[in-house]
């Protein structure tokens, strides 16, 4: 036992601290609209370590907490720990704590941070409060949607996700990914999701339920499907919640809930659904203010793909459309200029090289030389190399202005000559790189950038070095 643990232990003993609330009987599980001015006191503080051992903060135990931990597929809340001088007085904050997150071990509920406080110290706890809204919103939001999909359709909620949680795989969100979804056992039609969406309105408009939560401690309660209760907490010594939304439903959960069912806001479920395990579906919804924020986000994506492609909002996907057939045709008018121009360059190599003394020729483009355009030339002209040339070299050079990139071919019946010819342009061309035709043949290169001196070298050594076509 460290010195620090010892003294912490101490001083509970003189507060008399020993009793926490435990993970079902939480303050924020008790009232979900907590979320400032909550006073309590630190139980414990225990250096954490991560995996690899490595020290990675503390874990506190409060006396109770407003903050929730992740469970029942609501993610961990986070907010803030102010320390209280004089045990009691808030005009007397110095000091506050972060608390990026909070898990549930076991019965308890342990606050992460990154600096100790000493046990007996009194804490006021500060809840983010739109994260928690927005959570809420979703969590209530699905309760909903699953009992009337149940009541209407007799499907069952198989699971369900909140989306929108930035996770070590996922450090940016796109606005799509703030979609929750339910597992149910088939598709929906279009119809039934309007009718579903239609319904819930109404209970967020029309007719708002209230949602009460029914606690009850768990040990003899057997008329309650305590299937989705983790196996690590233990039942015997636990709370067990019910959730009740009005006469519509009733589930066991511990998770933060709103009070009304007005206080949903609004929903989107999507018509779009995803087929997984054989035939059931993923329906994708959303509820609250991320209706707003969603609506927001595909006006922004709208408005630029409008102002883009110089159209109103229903002609986008027309006008996409035709984009990509313009696209179409134009690359079929390169692929035919291409070809035909290849056929004149590897007519003229031909000719050059007969009139060459050193059988050497060369061709350059300076503006879209592409590799594609050197292979088309390559392609004409390999027939004819080594039934009309007992020897020759050939220099391919393409340049593409717009990019400042280049491609470079070199052919020869000879791998010695192509190895020469390959290190005498490399030493002209800084990020020249390529291979191949050991044994004669072709050696294919990239250039990833070109230095206007660099260029002007090598039409020089071409000019000089290889008659032109
Ligand atoms: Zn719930």
């Not at 990026?100 to 706890?125: F, Y």
């Not at 339910?182 to 309007?194: A, F, H, S």
């Not at 809930?257 to 018509?271: A, F, K, R, V, Y």
């Not at 408005?303 to 079929?332: A, D, F, H, T």
Request: proline share 3%.
């Amino acid at each position: 036992m460290t010195k620090f643990m010892q003294s912490t232990r101490k001083k509970m003993e003189t507060h008399g601290v020993t009793k926490t609330a435990m993970v079902g009987g939480l303050a924020c599980q008790r009232n979900s609209f907590l979320f400032d001015g909550f006073k309590t006191v630190v139980v414990s503080c225990e250096p954490k370590k991560d995996k690899k051992g490595k020290a990675e903060g503390y874990d506190i135990e409060l006396q109770d907490t407003i903050l929730f931990p992740e469970g029942g597929g609501q993610p961990s809340d986070s907010g803030l720990l102010r320390i209280v001088k004089g045990n009691g007085d808030s005009s007397t904050i110095n000091k506050s704590v972060q608390v990026p997150h909070i898990s549930r071990s076991g019965l308890h509920a342990k606050h992460h941070v990154k600096e100790p406080i000493e046990p007996g110290t009194t804490v006021e706890i500060v809840v983010d409060a739109v994260k928690r809204m927005g959570y809420m919103q979703q969590h209530t939001g699905q309760h909903l949607l699953s009992a009337i999909i149940e009541r209407k359709y007799q499907l069952k909620t198989i699971s369900w996700s909140m989306g929108g949680l930035i996770t070590e795989k996922k450090s940016t969100l796109e606005p799509n990914d703030y979609f929750n979804y339910i597992e149910i056992n088939r598709k929906l039609t279009e119809g039934q999701i309007t009718e579903i969406s239609d319904e819930i309105n109404q209970f967020i408009t029309k007719s708002p339920q209230e949602i009460t939560v029914v606690e009850r401690i768990s040990s003899g309660v057997d008329e309650v499907d305590t299937s989705k209760i983790p196996d690590d907490y233990d039942l015997s010594k636990g709370i067990l919640r019910t959730i009740q939304i009005g006469v519509i439903d009733s589930n066991p959960c511990c998770g933060t809930h709103l009070e009304s069912t007005s206080q949903i806001g609004s929903i989107l479920i999507l018509p779009n659904q995803t087929t997984v395990r054989g035939s059931n579906s993923k329906v994708y919804f959303m509820c609250g203010k991320r209706v707003a924020d969603y609506a927001n986000s595909a006006n922004k994506t709208l408005s630029n793909s409008k102002s883009l492609l110089s159209c109103s909002e229903s002609q986008v996907p027309e006008k996409i459309e035709m984009q990509g057939k313009k696209l179409q045709q134009s690359n079929k008018r390169e692929q035919y200029w291409i070809k035909k121009l290849a056929h004149i360059a590897s007519e003229e190599l031909r000719s050059s090289l007969k009139a060459s003394g050193k059988r050497r020729a060369y061709f350059m483009e300076e503006e879209f030389g592409t590799l594609e355009l050197l292979l088309q030339i390559f392609k004409g002209i390999s027939t004819h190399l080594n039934g009309e040339f007992e020897a020759y070299e050939i220099i391919l050079c393409g340049y593409e202005r717009q990019t400042n990139t280049g491609s470079l071919l070199i052919l020869s019946e000879s791998g010695e000559k192509i190895s020469s010819l390959a290190s005498k342009l490399g030493s002209m061309l800084q990020n020249l790189k390529g291979g191949g035709g050991k044994k004669g043949g072709k050696w294919q290169g990239k250039i990833t950038s070109i230095s206007n001196a660099e260029l002007a070298a090598l039409t020089d050594y071409l000019t000089h070095e290889f008659i032109a076509h």
